[in-house]
Structures are given as structure tokens and as C-alpha cells.
């Protein structure tokens, strides 16, 4: 009988017992060789549907689909061994009914060996999350500026400047927290919301945009990297410009290449050393 090897990942209720304790950091991650890279340092990696603008370069989320989600979730959690892996569960997998909240759910889990699953909304999502909590499918919630509702939203803007969004989004936190989120993403809200909303629930909140007051942060890695062009919205600190790099060591090569010196003797089969 072969006994499955024990993980050593940061586990669910770890992240949710670090409510108002040492701030949870998490990326998102896409593919294997960034997962890899990014997993020794960070308490969670996020299989975010932004892959769709930030991978597949389509205008929103809205086009991502079950499968996407799943080949780039296996790819993150095979590159990865200490932080949990959450993958998004993309725009119509989960809004008709918990049914089929926990069908899409259930085939994210099994199939990408994730350990747990996020999904968008407020009052409206929370029967889903308590339907898929207590049959053990972790949930993380998202509320504020919530990218698969741009179309109702009227944009990507900051969310939470007058009382009654305020109001809303402080109403749709507290709802998806007492629903059984182990943790609540908090997207482009302003800072007062947030905080407020940190102080007021019992789940991790997760700022993207949103307040350090936040129990942790989450960014997306091409931002981090700099590989997301010339665009840096105003929450996003880049701490390396990898764009640069990439374009410089593209045109490095495309000289050599043209100018004959490269491949060079050293990359060459077949050639003895004393004629190289
Ligand atoms: O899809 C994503 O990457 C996200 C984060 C921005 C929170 O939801």
C-alpha cells in the first residue's frame, strides 16, 4: 500500500488563524517556473482568471474558462511545495446556482491538487460559499472592485468613495465572512472601506489596492516583475523592471545572431575542442 507523502504547504486554517497577526503575503503565479520561484517566499500562491489579461492578453477576464484555469492550476501546484495554492474560479462556472458553484469547484480541486478555491460577490455569492464550506471546499472571497462585474460596474475605478457603496461593500464583506471565507480578497477600495471593513469581520481581508491596514496583500506578479508594460497602476510597487531586461537580451541576441557570433565554438556538437 503506498502512503501518500506528507505536505509541508501553509494550510488553510493556518492562513485563517493569521487574522490581525504577521501580514499574509501572496502573489499570484500562472506557470511553473515563476510558481517555483515565488513559492519559498510568499503564504499563498493565487491561480488569479487575471491570467487572461495577463497571459492570454484578452481585454478582461470575462473569456476565461474552467479549463484554463485548471492546466495553469496543475502547472502551479507542481512547481510549488510550501505556500497553498487558490486558484479563481473564472466568470460563469459558479454564478447559476451552489450546485454548480460546487460541480466547478470539485473539478478545480481533484484535478489541480489545489487548496482552495476563490470566487467574486457579495451578499448574493454567500448561500454559494457556505454550500461549498461545508463540503470541504474552502472559499476565498473577493468584494470591492470585483473584475468579472466590469460590465456593471461601468470600469475598473476605485470603489467605496460615497456611503452607499461604502455601505455595500462593507455589507458584502461582512456577509461572505460570515458565510465561512477563510479569507476575503479586498480590491480597489479606498482606504477608509477597508480598514473599517479589516476592523469589522472575522476572516483574513486580503488588500489589492486597498489599505495596509489589511491582515495581507496579494499583487499580480507581472506587475511586480515589471513585466506588464508601460502601465503601472497606482497600488502596484514594482521591485524589479524585467520588461527592460527581456527587450535588452532579445536585441542582444538578435545582433549576435545576425552578426555571426552566435552560437559561438562552446555551443557546437561534433567539434573538438582543439579546432573550436
Ligand atoms: O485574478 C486575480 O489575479 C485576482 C487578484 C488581482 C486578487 O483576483
Known amino acids: 500500500m503506498s502512503v501518500a507523502r506528507r505536505s509541508s504547504r501553509i494550510t488553510i486554517p493556518e492562513l485563517a488563524s493569521r487574522k490581525g497577526g ?10 511553473a517556473p515563476i510558481a517555483g520561484l515565488v513559492d519559498p517566499h ?17 481585454p478582461s477576464t470575462l473569456a476565461v474558462t474552467l479549463d484554463m484555469m485548471i492546466a495553469h492550476g496543475k502547472a502551479v501546484v507542481s512547481a510549488s511545495a510550501h505556500a497553498a495554492v487558490i486558484v479563481d474560479l473564472p466568470f460563469g462556472s459558479y454564478q447559476v446556482s451552489p450546485a454548480q458553484a460546487f ?5 478545480v480541486m481533484a484535478e489541480t491538487g489545489c487548496d482552495a478555491v476563490k470566487l467574486e460577490g457579495g ?22 472592485l470585483t473584475p468579472q462585474s466590469v460590465n456593471t460596474l461601468g470600469g475598473y475605478r476605485a470603489r467605496g468613495r460615497d456611503d452607499a457603496d461604502a455601505g455595500r461593500i462593507q455589507d458584502d464583506a461582512a456577509a461572505i465572512s460570515d458565510a465561512g471565507a477563510f479569507a476575503i480578497v479586498i480590491e480597489g477600495t479606498v482606504d477608509p472601506v477597508a480598514r473599517r471593513i479589516t476592523e469589522a469581520i472575522s476572516a483574513p481581508t486580503i488588500g489589492i489596492g486597498a489599505s495596509p491596514a ?14 506588464a508594460g508601460d502601465f503601472k497602476p497606482k497600488f ?38 582543439a579546432r573550436a
Open 22 to 31: 504577521e501580514p499574509i503575503a501572496i502573489l499570484t503565479a500562472y506557470t
Open 123 to 144: 451578499t448574493e455569492m454567500a448561500p454559494t460559499v457556505t454550500f461549498l464550506v461545508e463540503r470541504g471546499i474552502p472559499v476565498m472571497g473577493h468584494v470591492g
Open 236 to 273: 502596484v510597487r514594482r521591485y524589479v523592471d524585467l520588461g527592460s531586461q527581456i527587450a535588452e537580451a532579445a536585441a542582444a541576441y538578435s545582433a549576435d545572431v545576425k552578426s555571426h557570433r552566435f552560437p559561438g565554438p562552446e555551443h557546437l556538437y561534433g567539434v573538438s575542442k
Open 103 to 107: 460541480a466547478s469547484a470539485a473539478r
Open 42 to 58: 510568499v503564504d499563498a500562491l493565487l491561480v488569479g482568471d487575471s491570467l487572461g489579461m495577463v497571459v492570454y492578453g484578452l
Open 214 to 227: 489589511c491582515d495581507g496583500q496579494v499583487l499580480v506578479i507581472d506587475d511586480v516583475l515589471g513585466l
